[in-house]
Nanobody, 115 residues
Framework: QVQLVESGGGLVQPGGSLRLSCATINILFSRYYMDWYSQAPGKQRELVASISTDHSTNYADSVKGRFTISRDNFKGTIYLQMNDLKPEDTAIYYC?????????WGQGTQVTVSS
């Protein structure tokens, strides 16, 4: 059974940092294009950051310079380092993987930025 399992969310003050992880199970991880999405209350799910199989990255304008996506093909895991967090970053963050016709989502992890 394929699983994407996020962790690392929590409550943090504005200006703080969090590191999200997404561990994958039972996929050929090195072939997957991986993404982080966020969904704030009452809003649509949005793409935050992507990383390709050759480790090239893309970011939403709102997080450029503050968030960094990375992957460890040996561990089958991706990360999202989130720095200088703002209240508007508050959302559920989802891990997403895709390769060819295959597509999988994690269950999400809550990030709350508040003083």
């Amino acid at each position: 059974q394929v699983q994407l399992v996020e962790s690392g969310g929590g409550l943090v003050q504005p200006g703080g940092s969090l590191r999200l992880s997404c561990a994958t199970i039972n996929i050929l991880f090195s072939r997957y294009y991986m993404d982080w999405y966020s969904q704030a209350p009452g809003k649509q799910r949005e793409l935050v950051a992507s990383i390709s199989t050759d480790h090239s990255t893309n970011y939403a304008d709102s997080v450029k310079g503050r968030f960094t996506i990375s992957r460890d093909n040996f561990k089958g895991t991706i990360y999202l380092q989130m720095n200088d967090l703002k209240p508007e970053d508050t959302a559920i963050y989802y891990c997403h993987g895709r390769w060819d016709y295959r597509e999988y989502w994690g269950q999400g992890t809550q990030v709350t930025v508040s003083s």
